[in-house]
């Protein structure tokens, strides 16, 4: 564990004492820039009455499509948010009709603004109006570079997003050094394009995917035991890599993005979910997103390791006393929106929830018991515990518990169990 992670787990004000003043002031110059880079586009798409349709949003940096900042899938109408530059920014739909992620020619569309940019410097683009007629004859033409293209890929080689990268996990993209930069430096971490859900190894059709996410300062490298403990001959291995500083609704709706675009591309029917520590709360933030677009109906199992349910109270000082608050910090905070609005949503379809936690029978945490970092109370949130099909808890601090066989022989049970194959 990393003299970073135990940074913030510890009373924030002391924290502040002992981190050296230029991780704040690089803190400061990378969310200015996140500030220019991650800008909310907001609104609402709109159909005919009685219509439905499985509606991709696409913002652009120019009228021709040439450049794409960035792209959301919905099922059906409904509001949607794209973060972008602070810049002049057009915004079409249109109705997927084939489902392949790519805008021909016959698919109904609708521009925003009347096909005129949206200007964040001096109009609202927090309430952008998407409708779809049942014609568009008047409306603005198509554009151009935009049609019959491959929205991941121009949308990639823009933001270097990962999706479906073979990367191997002795890859400098997910060292240690790069995770303390996920925290402290979450728009650099965006830029050397680790960000996304990686491969280990070449996608294979007749195997069960199962998706890795780790927590706070963390890495892929994390599970490399788990991993290793993985039947090849029925499953493979892929990863979650993200700036661990970054708000958890954003990253949320990165993974549940790029898991859509990977399902339209590879067409998989299974798919399983194991989180570590604030890995869980991210993902779970993924299956609200799921569960309110009625889509990943691939989803078979979710299983969250040592995940703080309940937050971590040092996160909240570290918003009250922190010189820079590291954008995370507002979502741990045991009060956040984020957290206590987590468990509204219903888990989408048939998806079952195992819980795994961990705790230390020599001593506490602050005179409560935890698993060296993270509290019992935490981890055992009662919804948490309400809508589990399994708990299990295990003696061992919060990362040894990646390597304890316990661990790995339940996410075993639970992904045979939850094969259908």
């Known amino acids: ?36 880079a991650a800008h909310l586009f907001a609104g609402q798409t709109t159909l005919p009455e009685g219509e439905s349709a499985e509606i991709v949003v696409v913002a652009m940096h120019d009228a021709s499509g040439k450049t794409i900042a960035g792209f959301r899938m919905m099922s059906g109408a409904g509001p949607f948010e794209i973060r972008s530059t602070r810049a002049p920014t057009w915004l079409i739909a249109f109705n997927d009709l084939n489902h392949d992620l790519i805008f021909q020619a016959d698919e109904p569309y609708a521009w925003a603004n009347d096909g005129r940019p949206i200007d964040p410097a001096v109009e609202a683009s927090d309430s952008i109006n998407l409708a779809f007629s049942s014609a568009n004859e008047d409306a603005p033409r198509r554009p151009k570079d935009l049609v019959d293209e491959p929205l991941e890929d121009k949308f990639g080689n823009y933001v270097r997003l990962s999706i479906g990268t073979v990367t191997p996990l002795a890859s400098p993209l997910f060292s240690p050094e790069q995770a303390e930069r996920g925290l402290w430096e979450p728009f650099k971490f965006t830029e050397d394009g680790g960000a996304g859900v990686h491969f280990l190894e070449p996608y294979d059709p007749d195997r069960v995917p199962v998706l890795f996410v780790h927590g706070i300062n963390g890495t892929p490298r994390n599970f490399e035991h788990l991993i290793e403990g993985l039947d090849e001959s029925r499953y493979q291995a892929w990863v979650v890599s993200y700036p661990s500083g ?61 995940t703080p349910w309940g937050g971590v109270a040092s996160a909240e000082n570290g918003t009250k006393w922190s010189p820079t608050v590291v954008p995370v910090w507002w979502d741990l905070a045991p009060s956040s929106e984020y957290l206590t609005t987590l468990f509204a949503t219903p888990l989408p379809g048939d998806v079952e929830y195992h819980l795994v936690f961990g705790f230390r029978s020599t001593g506490g945490f602050g005179g409560e018991s935890s698993d060296g970092v993270i509290r019992l109370s935490s981890q055992l949130r009662p919804e948490a515990q309400q809508i589990a099909a399994s708990t299990l808890g295990i003696d061992a601090g919060h990362v040894d518990i990646l390597y304890r066989v316990e661990a790995l022989q339940r996410i075993t049970d639970i992904l045979d169990n939850g094969n259908r194959q």
């Not at 399902?263 to 989180?275: R, T």
């Open 1 to 36: 564990m990393s003299n970073c992670w135990r940074h913030w787990l510890i009373p924030a004000l002391f924290a502040a004492s002992l981190l050296p003043g230029c991780m704040f002031s690089a803190l400061d110059e990378d969310l200015e820039k996140l500030d220019q």
């Open 246 to 306: 970054m708000r958890l609704s954003w990253v949320a709706r990165g993974i549940y993005q790029v898991m859509q675009v990977l399902n339209v591309q590879l067409q998989f029917d299974e798919l399983h979910i194991v989180a570590h520590s604030m890995g869980g709360l991210v993902s779970k933030g993924t299956l609200n997103i799921c569960a309110a677009n009625k889509s990943c109906d691939y989803l078979r199992s979710y299983t969250t390791i040592s």
